[in-house]
């Protein structure tokens, strides 16, 4: 039972045991939470604690309410944590500049992750986009997802997401032709396993891009 000394406490307490009863039931996006009055049953708590949470989360986007159908789970890459602690925390230069550092390292080490991994370097997708470089515009976003994706982290990707929306969405553009080159010979390079090389493209590229569209 959820001690009721502490309302912050039980705050926290109710939304621990959402995560880990979404986790349990393997509630996907979309999917249906218990009504407040299971919840309050199941947590011990009163069906106003309940409520209370429930909107909480909902004002972040993390769940949604339906008149007459119920409450659903929200894609976490919608949710308005972004928008909120961007006003509340992002506004140091220093801490934007944080955001960028993480995320390029996130970057890096699924370029490592694949280069080391022969099935990761010879995946078929890179032959895919060697292809759309040579003959079409190409998205920065469209490889550099692909990339975290391949790597197989889900967490890495979920944490990729939240960053590139703090960035300001840095790769939203085409592609240069200059930019493109240096992508043909980066996922060559990627596909012979080439970490050094590939890495050292991959900060060439980022200093490329204009500094304009990687602002926050």
Known sequence: MIPKNNSSKMFLEIVKQLRDLINEENVAVGGKL?????????????RSTVREALRSLELLGLIETRRGEGTFLSDFRKHQLVELLSTFILQQSKSKEDVHKTR?????EAVRTICVSDSLSKHS????FLIRLNNEEVLREDIIRE???????RLTLKIWFLLKQFAGEPYKNQMSLKEKDIWIQLLNSLKNGDEVSTI?????????????????
């Open 34 to 46: 218990p009504s407040e009055r299971e919840l309050a049953e199941r947590l011990q708590v009163g």
């Open 104 to 108: 390029e390292t996130l970057e890096k």
């Open 125 to 128: 997708i890179w032959d895919s």
């Open 147 to 153: 990339i975290i994706i391949i790597s197989d982290n």
């Open 200 to 216: 050292n493209l991959y900060i060439q590229w980022l200093a490329i891009i204009p500094t304009d569209q990687i602002s926050l």
